[in-house]
């Protein structure tokens, strides 16, 4: 079997992210781990988390760091996510939540952090025609749908058009990337984990230029 894979993915909405995610997740065989998804679930589903959750989700506001964190912890701790390891989408999006990862995964180390860097107006354009599977999150645009209607190719699940992917809410959602996220470069530059990728590429150069690097890090660690 493949080695496992202990990841963070970073990048603006529209970078990408979920897209490689799916398939490293694949590549690699461990959990795909989306707080964005984790969160419509739990709006779908109206746990208690879910009903905090919606009125700021849908205006493209980041959650209170409090609320995230236990999420995250518990989904670390679950098996698969130990022992074969995990690639973070959407997580951290703040400095409290990577100091918080970075004591949960003290004992085994992420292998490196994954920057898709991809211009705005490019985003901006991605977000407005992206369509995503309400069951596996796989990713579809308005250019390239899924084969039969509205039904994901994946698992047959039904394909939406976000609600906070509208333009008032990417606005929202880039200004508090700019303002919170951003600032996680830096951290994990100084940690020596990040790794900057071109993610306005196709996605099979982003994802093979991905594996490449994972594997010189993975190679690196085990000299
Ligand atoms: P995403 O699918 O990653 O774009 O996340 C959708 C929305 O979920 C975000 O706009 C936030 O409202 C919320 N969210 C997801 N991940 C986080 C996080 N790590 N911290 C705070 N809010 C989050």
Request: aromatic share 4%.
């Amino acid at each position: 079997m493949t080695a496992g894979v202990r990841l963070v993915v970073l990048g603006k909405q529209g970078a990408g992210k979920g897209t490689q995610c799916v398939r490293l997740s694949h590549r690699y065989a461990v959990p795909h781990i989306s707080t964005g998804d984790m969160l419509r679930a739990a709006v779908r589903e109206q746990t208690e988390l879910g009903l905090k959750a919606k009125t700021l989700m849908d205006s493209g506001q980041l959650l209170p760091d409090e609320l995230i964190m236990g999420v995250v912890a518990e989904r670390l701790g679950e098996r698969d996510a130990r022992t074969r390891g995990f690639l973070l989408d959407g997580f951290p999006r703040t400095i409290g939540q990577a100091e918080m990862l970075e004591s949960t995964v003290a004992e085994a180390p992420l292998d490196c952090v994954i920057d898709l860097e991809v211009p705005t107006e490019l985003v901006m354009n991605r977000l407005v025609s992206r369509r995503v599977c309400t069951a596996c999150g796989a990713i579809y645009s308005t250019s390239q749908p899924p084969i039969h209607g509205w039904v994901c190719d994946n698992c047959g699940g039904e394909v939406i058009q976000r609600k906070d992917d509208t333009a008032d809410a990417i606005m929202v959602r880039l200004q508090a990337y700019e303002k919170e996220t951003r600032p996680l470069i830096e951290f994990y530059r100084d940690r020596g984990l990040l790794e900057t990728i071109d993610g306005s590429e196709d996605p099979d150069s982003v994802f093979a230029v991905t594996v490449a690097i994972i594997k010189k890090r993975q190679a690196d660690q085990s000299r």
